[in-house]
């Protein structure tokens, strides 16, 4: 009886245990809770955006690891790449859709890129290392703000 009692006290514990956990997957998926404003991309659209945004965390990568190992070639090469280059490459399409605030930090952030590969010709590393994290506070900025998705 009193291993019944036992066995009994833990399935229901486990039951609510469970039920609880399949409560908050259920309202993490709430996209209420995500109250970044979306800018509505298609598809195709949100696959060419995400590439690049990836290509500018390759940039970011490639930038400390010039800074960490004294390579102001390679600082150059990878801020070059989201500069101007990126910023003329947006889409009209995916233009035509980004709000004004949007464009107020996405342009800046590839001239910071722009600005850094000419600084990198010779400012200090320190000095490029603290506006590699300048710059990075516009990704962050961004980020809190906006999603791809409807
Ligand atoms: C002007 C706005 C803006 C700026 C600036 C910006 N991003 Fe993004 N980024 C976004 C949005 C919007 C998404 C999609 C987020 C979502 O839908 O959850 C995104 C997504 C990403 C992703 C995820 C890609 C994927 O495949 O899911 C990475 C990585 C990223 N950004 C890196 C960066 C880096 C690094 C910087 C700065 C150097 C940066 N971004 C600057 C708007 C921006």
Redesign the pocket.
Known sequence: MKINLISLIITLSVFCCSYTIAEEKVSNNNTNL?K?Q??GLTAAE?AD???E??Q??T??QGIMDGIGTNNRALIIKSARY?GNRMARETPDSVKKK?PGT?????G??HMK?EELAVRAEDDEMSELAALTAD??K??????A?????K
């Open positions: 995500d970044r979306s800018l949100k955006f995400l590439a945004m990836r500018m965390l940039s970011i989201s980004t949007f464009k107020q930090l996405g800046p952030t890129f710059l990075m516009n990704c962050l900025a961004c980020h703000m906006f999603k791809v998705d």
